[in-house]
């Protein structure tokens, strides 16, 4: 998980109306997100977009894919600006328990990468607020 709702897992008090992922690229995680995404009725951010059917080959020729589901926005990114991708993501992400599941939480210091890499203003603006939320969590002993 990576973008605000892991900031906010990691006690960001930021609030985001989408969910960001960034799912390992392995043929069969990615036939798992396909089936995902047909189950949640996932189709692409755009206008009067049409359903969409969801397979490993469709899933690979993108790098990035912003939808709407049933449940709300949900955008894929397979390799955010800055990052490796999942391989680089996943070696210092945070274990975050919800719901009884543990979920893979990008670790603060790639998300301030990845938000650097981007620039622009809306992303620029987010970084103090973020690398004091890095600082606090050093001073507590967190990662």
């Known amino acids: 998980m990576i973008g605000g709702i892991a900031e906010r897992m990691l006690g960001s008090p930021r609030v985001t109306a989408d969910f960001d992922v960034c799912p390992a690229t392995t043929r069969a995680n990615l036939e798992r997100l396909a ?5 949640l009725d996932a189709r ?3 206008e009067d ?6 397979n490993e080959h469709r899933l690979h ?3 990035s894919i912003a939808l709407i589901t049933t449940y709300g926005f ?6 955010p600006d ?7 993501l996943i070696e210092k992400a945070i274990a975050v328990e919800v719901a009884g599941l543990e979920i893979k939480v990008a670790h603060l210091d790639d998300i301030l990468r ?7 203003p809306k992303y620029l603006s987010q970084l103090p607020l ?3 939320l890095q600082r606090r969590r050093r001073e507590r002993g967190l990662p």
């Not at 949900?74 to 390799?79: A, G, K, P, T």
């Not at 800055?82 to 680089?88: E, I």
């Not at 990845?114 to 622009?120: E, L, M, P, V, Y």
């Open 35 to 39: 089936a995902a995404l047909n189950e």
């Open 82 to 88: 800055g990052t490796g991708g999942y391989d680089d």
């Open 49 to 54: 977009a049409p359903s969409e059917l969801w």
């Open 61 to 63: 020729s993108h790098t």
């Open 130 to 132: 973020l690398r004091d």
């Open 74 to 79: 949900l955008d894929i990114w397979f390799r």
């Open 114 to 120: 990845n938000k650097q890499a981007i620039g622009g």
């Open 44 to 46: 692409l951010r755009i």
